[in-house]
């Protein structure tokens, strides 16, 4: 639960200072592998993709799904966290959509 915390509270400071990733998943996500990377001294934009998953797990680094749902929780509990008001409809819409394709 420790890593868990560790990576909502890297996830809060990154929304807090980054509004582009508080739209995308993917912004968000390569600022957390800035930050992992400084850390482990590693340019993850010169890893290979095979390299990039092995280390992934090795070293502990949260995976993007991790990333993301402690994003939609901070979203969720601090309102001036959350995306621009296009980014929140689209994600309404889909949430809708998967519900719905989730009761067949």
Known sequence: ???LRKTTDLVYDILKEDKAARDSDNVLYCRVLEYYGKRLNVDFSRVSVISFFS???R???PSIETVGRCRRKLQEEYYELRGSDNVERER???EKDFRSY???
């Open 59 to 61: 070293s502990a680094i």
């Open 102 to 104: 989730a009761r067949y």
């Open 55 to 57: 280390s992934v797990k």
């Open 1 to 3: 639960m420790g890593e």
């Open 92 to 94: 309404r819409a889909r």
